[in-house]
């Protein structure tokens, strides 16, 4: 069986600036997969990629199977929920959402009868005859995710589709867009910028940094064993341990990761490696301390109701073995 | 040591005082911004308008040609007479055909602008729309005489690439056509369009602009080719900058009074009537009633925008 989507080798190239440079990717049909990375990493690019408003300079991108090269955005069978919504404001809603039936020539009443269909499904029943303005940032988020949905494509790409909701919205969301994903059954590609949104919704993540990918895997290999430093330090803030520092903390000379979570504080003259305290940042369900260690700055994170040292006070770390994850590369 | 505080505070001055009070009462220095405008718009500009329409219910003695000041609707019913109704009929023929030739001609243009045109050349092309609005208006139709008369350059370049014919056969369209362009009702039409073009692209340019980028590919990722996202999605986004523009040429072509007079047959436009009535004819209210058929007009004209929802968008 193809997969949904296949990267091979594409660059894409503006000028001096190579926003997407030779990624390979495979994404197999009816995941859920998540493109993670910072601003300008180029995942963006990469969902243009696959809905053909951008061309690739080099490399070819296979929609099941089928070179995609010459096929333009309005032939492909791949839909877009877009940033900004990008709802039709002078359409109400029903129109909105049966845009893509009446380009196809759907009739009035067949079109009208599947866009409510859709909205029942985002549970927007009763809203057709609103206009776009008249809704809530979420709402319109609904709108645009069962407008996408019209044309039944077998790929739908998200383009940082919950950015713009408030957190407690944006957690609903992303429940709901899990379960949509399951009950359809198709191809969800998801941009976020979020570690967080990518850990907890895609069966697997790629991680971009600079144009490339730095990691492909589900979320728990990507979240416990990085591949890199930037995989380390992009999820979950991890400490990174430069060979030297590996060694001292009682690895061989590797590069390698620590969790903030996975470090324990001890009062007293115990622990490992002995740091001291240079801040707390107060997080609600944990808080974080930096420490120095002998020059090294290293973050651990104690959850709510453990006692917290106070800054400058000294500490004794403490770690299990199994968490100083060894990396292959820099 | 003294307290600093029981010290007298020094006087405050003028400027703090007024300050404080527009502080205290935000009102009056709002009244304050507003009167002159308010002032010169209620009393020279609606004032001057209602002083028109008032003359238009006078009427004049036919023998002693004095203006009778008794109110009277016999000045509208003269509008209705044969030679006043195609006075009428005529300009409002011409000014929607500019509008119709103007929005024509300014979309790709202004479609280019808000789309396609970076940096240098957006310079350029504001520089080129810009630059005719620049130079006299007298100069320019005078020039548009010398270009569309029988010697001038267009008929000059028609028989040098052999399609005098052509411009022949266009001449001798019954009404519209004529002796030379620059004496026919195509010539009129041909400079009206020039001189309002303007008009046109840069309002239809700015709400092209505002048509997010996202919404055009919305509608390319559902399907829709170029026409069909032209159609449905960038018109209507773009009504409202249409509107605006074919306002101006419309408006403009209904008032205008000196093109017709110098490049066309001489038949007389709305305002070449208004200006011969007030002028030597001395029958102010014949051309009172005259100048408010163009008032009407835009009155009808942006009620039917309205209904049509060009202005939902702005």
């Given at each position: 069986?193809?997969?949904?989507?296949?990267?091979?080798?594409?660059?894409?190239?503006?000028?001096?600036?190579?926003?997407?440079?030779?990624?390979?990717?495979?994404?197999?049909?009816?995941?859920?997969?998540?493109?993670?990375?910072?601003?300008?990493?180029?995942?963006?690019?990469?969902?243009?990629?696959?809905?053909?408003?951008?061309?690739?300079?080099?490399?070819?991108?296979?929609?099941?199977?089928?070179?995609?090269?010459?096929?333009?955005?309005?032939?492909?069978?791949?839909?877009?929920?877009?940033?900004?919504?990008?709802?039709?404001?002078?359409?109400?809603?029903?129109?909105?959402?049966?845009?893509?039936?009446?380009?196809?020539?759907?009739?009035?009443?067949?079109?009208?009868?599947?866009?409510?269909?859709?909205?029942?499904?985002?549970?927007?029943?009763?809203?057709?005859?609103?206009?776009?303005?008249?809704?809530?940032?979420?709402?319109?988020?609904?709108?645009?995710?069962?407008?996408?949905?019209?044309?039944?494509?077998?790929?739908?790409?998200?383009?940082?589709?919950?950015?713009?909701?408030?957190?407690?919205?944006?957690?609903?969301?992303?429940?709901?867009?899990?379960?949509?994903?399951?009950?359809?059954?198709?191809?969800?590609?998801?941009?976020?910028?979020?570690?967080?949104?990518?850990?907890?919704?895609?069966?697997?993540?790629?991680?971009?940094?600079?144009?490339?990918?730095?990691?492909?895997?589900?979320?728990?290999?990507?979240?416990?064993?990085?591949?890199?430093?930037?995989?380390?330090?992009?999820?979950?803030?991890?400490?990174?341990?430069?060979?030297?520092?590996?060694?001292?903390?009682?690895?061989?000379?590797?590069?390698?990761?620590?969790?903030?979570?996975?470090?324990?504080?001890?009062?007293?003259?115990?622990?490992?490696?002995?740091?001291?305290?240079?801040?707390?940042?107060?997080?609600?369900?944990?808080?974080?301390?930096?420490?120095?260690?002998?020059?090294?700055?290293?973050?651990?994170?104690?959850?709510?109701?453990?006692?917290?040292?106070?800054?400058?006070?000294?500490?004794?770390?403490?770690?299990?073995?199994?968490?100083?994850?060894?990396?292959?590369?820099? | 040591?003294?307290?600093?505080?029981?010290?007298?505070?020094?006087?405050?001055?003028?400027?703090?005082?007024?300050?404080?009070?527009?502080?205290?009462?935000?009102?009056?220095?709002?009244?304050?911004?507003?009167?002159?405008?308010?002032?010169?718009?209620?009393?020279?500009?609606?004032?001057?308008?209602?002083?028109?329409?008032?003359?238009?219910?006078?009427?004049?003695?036919?023998?002693?040609?004095?203006?009778?000041?008794?109110?009277?609707?016999?000045?509208?019913?003269?509008?209705?007479?044969?030679?006043?109704?195609?006075?009428?009929?005529?300009?409002?023929?011409?000014?929607?055909?500019?509008?119709?030739?103007?929005?024509?001609?300014?979309?790709?243009?202004?479609?280019?602008?808000?789309?396609?045109?970076?940096?240098?050349?957006?310079?350029?092309?504001?520089?080129?729309?810009?630059?005719?609005?620049?130079?006299?208006?007298?100069?320019?139709?005078?020039?548009?005489?010398?270009?569309?008369?029988?010697?001038?350059?267009?008929?000059?370049?028609?028989?040098?690439?052999?399609?005098?014919s052509v411009l022949d056969a266009i001449l001798s369209i019954p009404v519209i056509g004529g002796n030379s362009l620059s004496t026919s009702f195509i010539g009129t039409f041909i400079v009206f369009v020039y001189v309002w073009l303007p008009y046109m692209i840069l309002p239809m340019?700015?709400?092209?602009?505002?048509?997010?980028?996202?919404?055009?590919?919305?509608?390319?990722?559902?399907?829709?080719?170029?026409?069909?996202?032209?159609?449905?999605?960038?018109?209507?986004?773009?009504?409202?900058?249409?509107?605006?523009?074919?306002?101006?040429?419309?408006?403009?072509?209904?008032?205008?009074?000196?093109?017709?007079?110098?490049?066309?047959?001489?038949?007389n436009f709305i305002g070449m009537a208004v200006y011969s009535l007030q002028g030597t004819a001395g029958n102010i209210p014949l051309a009172a009633a005259f100048a408010v058929i163009p008032i009407l007009i835009m009155l009808?004209?942006?009620?039917?925008?309205?209904?049509?929802?060009?202005?939902?968008?702005?």
């Amino acid at each position: 069986m193809p997969a949904a989507v296949e990267f091979r080798s594409v660059s894409r190239h503006f000028g001096a600036v190579k926003a997407v440079d030779s990624v390979d990717l495979t994404i197999a049909e009816g995941s859920f997969f998540a493109m993670l990375g910072p601003s300008g990493s180029g995942k963006t690019t990469c969902l243009r990629l696959i809905s053909g408003f951008e061309s690739p300079t080099a490399g070819e991108i296979r929609i099941f199977g089928e070179d995609s090269g010459a096929v333009p955005p309005n032939r492909r069978n791949v839909n877009t929920v877009f940033q900004d919504y990008a709802l039709f404001p002078h359409m109400n809603v029903r129109d909105n959402v049966a845009y893509g039936l009446m380009v196809k020539g759907v009739g009035r009443a067949a079109r009208h009868a599947k866009a409510e269909e859709l909205l029942a499904l985002v549970h927007l029943d009763g809203f057709g005859d609103r206009k776009p303005a008249q809704l809530s940032g979420g709402q319109r988020q609904r709108v645009a995710l069962a407008r996408a949905l019209v044309n039944e494509p077998k790929v739908l790409l998200l383009d940082e589709p919950l950015g713009a909701l408030d957190l407690k919205l944006r957690e609903a969301m992303q429940d709901e867009l899990k379960s949509l994903q399951q009950r359809l059954g198709i191809t969800f590609v998801f941009v976020t910028h979020d570690q967080g949104e990518a850990l907890s919704m895609a069966d697997r993540v790629a991680v971009f940094a600079e144009g490339r990918v730095a990691q492909v895997g589900t979320p728990g290999e990507i979240y416990e064993q990085p591949a890199n430093r930037f995989v380390a330090d992009f999820v979950g803030s991890s400490n990174v341990l430069p060979p030297e520092q590996t060694q001292r903390f009682g690895g061989p000379a590797r590069w390698a990761s620590l969790r903030p979570e996975a470090i324990r504080l001890e009062r007293g003259q115990g622990g490992t490696v002995r740091g001291r305290v240079t801040g707390l940042r107060y997080l609600g369900a944990a808080t974080r301390v930096t420490l120095d260690c002998g020059g090294h700055e290293l973050a651990a994170q104690i959850p709510a109701g453990i006692a917290v040292p106070a800054v400058g006070e000294e500490v004794g770390l403490g770690w299990q073995v199994q968490s100083l994850h060894l990396m292959e590369k820099a | 040591m003294m307290p600093a505080a029981s010290q007298p505070a020094p006087a405050p001055g003028i400027a703090e005082r007024l300050t404080a009070l527009f502080w205290r009462r935000p009102g009056l220095l709002l009244a304050l911004l507003l009167a002159p405008p308010l002032l010169w718009l209620g009393i020279v500009y609606v004032g001057s308008l209602i002083a028109l329409l008032w003359q238009s219910f006078y009427s004049i003695d036919p023998f002693s040609g004095v203006v009778v000041r008794e109110f009277t609707l016999k000045t509208y019913g003269e509008l209705l007479l044969p030679q006043n109704y195609d006075i009428i009929l005529r300009t409002v023929t011409m000014a929607a055909a500019v509008t119709l030739a103007s929005a024509v001609l300014a979309f790709p243009i202004a479609f280019y602008a808000a789309r396609f045109a970076k940096g240098r050349w957006k310079a350029v092309f504001y520089l080129g729309v810009m630059l005719p609005l620049w130079s006299s208006y007298l100069v320019k139709v005078y020039a548009w005489k010398l270009i569309l008369a029988k010697e001038g350059i267009v008929t000059w370049a028609a028989n040098g690439i052999g399609a005098g014919s052509v411009l022949d056969a266009i001449l001798s369209i019954p009404v519209i056509g004529g002796n030379s362009l620059s004496t026919s009702f195509i010539g009129t039409f041909i400079v009206f369009v020039y001189v309002w073009l303007p008009y046109m692209i840069l309002p239809m340019q700015a709400s092209l602009e505002r048509v997010p980028k996202s919404m055009l590919e919305a509608s390319a990722d559902l399907g829709a080719g170029g026409l069909r996202t032209l159609w449905s999605v960038t018109l209507p986004l773009a009504l409202p900058g249409i509107i605006a523009g074919s306002i101006f040429t419309f408006s403009l072509t209904l008032g205008d009074y000196i093109i017709p007079q110098i490049i066309g047959n001489s038949a007389n436009f709305i305002g070449m009537a208004v200006y011969s009535l007030q002028g030597t004819a001395g029958n102010i209210p014949l051309a009172a009633a005259f100048a408010v058929i163009p008032i009407l007009i835009m009155l009808v004209y942006l009620a039917i925008a309205r209904r049509l929802g060009a202005f939902d968008a702005l």
